[in-house]
């Protein structure tokens, strides 16, 4: 099978918002959920790390809104790469 595509190895998430509609529907009633809401969406595409002291600058973290929903994605470090390399798994989709 030459043709098979292949993919990269990547931790993947995917969180639904529980009453985001909700949260939608009371933009409405003020601009301090328009910006709470806001910097919320801002602070999951472009996350602070919370340990100072590790360099998160070449980690290859993605985050993608999906209506209601975040789906996150990272590779795995150099470690943990070669460590799903020695091991036999079995399945290796995500």
Known sequence: MADEPSYDLR?????????????I????SGEDYFERLRLLLAEIHQ????IPSVDFSSADFRAQSISDAVEFSTE?????RNRYRTEDTGDRSC
């Open 47 to 50: 996350p602070v790390p919370a």
């Open 25 to 28: 529907g009371r933009l409405k």
């Open 76 to 80: 795995p470090t150099r470690a943990e």
């Open 11 to 23: 931790y993947c998430a995917f969180v639904d918002i529980l009453g985001f509609r909700e949260l």
